[in-house]
């Protein structure tokens, strides 16, 4: 009687899952931060957001990874962002490192974004440039006014100050010291007052009708009546309507907001003030510094 032989046993298969923690940790800041995310979103127990308390938000238990897509949709109003990030604040702060990861990953499109633009000119590795950002963010975590708006854009702009403050030790510590001085020109982060209305616009500070409205009347000395005229308003109503955006402009120049939005990016998309129809330029002896001119404008009166 034949005997039957039997098969060797093939090998066990690994688990995605498995192969996927076997990997090497990431070696820059920003990276592990994806990951540890990427861990705590995975199953079988994702953590999770309740959207059914936040009107404008699924009415259902939200996976962060689906969070994290609707807070970067166009189509997401300001205000929901706001509120839902003002409870990832709360939650980072009273419930411990997951919600602080949780807050990290969320916020990463706009990290990634941020540490490309301060790339040029780090003079270290870009690992301790990551480190400086993630540092940044996370103090500022901490101490956030959640009164405020833009919690989310303000937080990635104390990572972006945190990496600068990094980088200027940097280059006092290289600094050479010589016995003969001289004078240098003096930076100019604000640039043009121009230039200063399209950071405020890249950053979501303004809109670009608010750009139009404070540019055409403030810099090229429009009266308000006309652009009110052209805008399809009241004169009371703009006069309203410039006097809150002058305010949170303000408020965004003296954080610090607009000190380091890349230009570049900008040039091509900044709204016009002449789609007004005016034919008048700016006079240059506004000065390059749009902080001094701006803020001048906005403590003058509304009407004029």
């Excluded at 689906?66 to 604040?89: G, Q």
């Excluded at 009241?234 to 410039?242: E, F, I, K, Q, T």
């Excluded at 330029?281 to 003058?300: C, F, N, T, V």
Aim: charged share 25%; net charge neutral.
């Amino acid at each position: 009687m034949p005997t039957q032989t039997s098969r060797p046993a093939s090998p066990p298969q690994s688990h995605p899952a498995r192969r996927t923690q076997r990997r090497s940790w990431p070696s820059t800041a920003l990276d592990a931060a994806q990951r540890a995310f990427d861990l705590l979103v995975c199953l079988p127990a994702p953590l999770a957001f309740d959207g059914r308390a936040f009107p404008g938000l699924p009415n259902r238990i939200l996976p962060l990874d689906e969070l994290k897509k609707l807070l970067i949709d166009d189509a997401t109003p300001r205000s929901v962002r706001d509120e839902v990030w003002r409870e990832l604040v709360v939650r980072a702060r009273r419930d411990g490192p997951a919600w602080v990861i949780a807050a990290v990953g969320i916020a990463m499109p706009g990290l990634r974004r941020t540490a490309g633009s301060l790339g040029k000119g780090w003079p270290a590795d870009s690992s301790d440039r990551d480190s400086e950002l993630l540092t940044g963010f996370v103090d500022r975590l901490r101490s956030i006014d959640l009164r405020d708006t833009r919690i989310a854009g303000k937080l990635i702009d104390a990572g972006a100050r945190a990496v600068k403050a990094a980088r200027d030790r940097e280059a006092e510590s290289d600094a050479i010291r010589v016995r003969t001085t001289w004078s240098m020109p003096p930076q100019q982060p604000w640039d043009h007052p121009d230039w200063v209305l399209t950071r405020a616009v890249a950053q979501a500070v303004i809109d670009p009708d608010e750009y139009l409205l404070i540019a055409a009347t403030r810099l090229d000395q429009v009266a308000l009546g006309t652009v009110a005229d052209k805008l399809g308003l009241s004169v009371p109503l703009a006069a309203a309507w410039r006097r809150k955006a002058e305010r949170r402009l303000a408020d965004a120049i003296r954080a610090g907001e607009l000190d380091w939005v890349p230009l570049v990016a900008l040039m091509h998309g900044s709204p016009d003030p002449q789609a007004l129809g005016e034919t008048s330029r700016i006079d240059p002896s506004l000065g390059d510094d749009g902080r001094g001119s701006l803020a001048a404008g906005a403590a003058s009166g509304d009407a004029s």
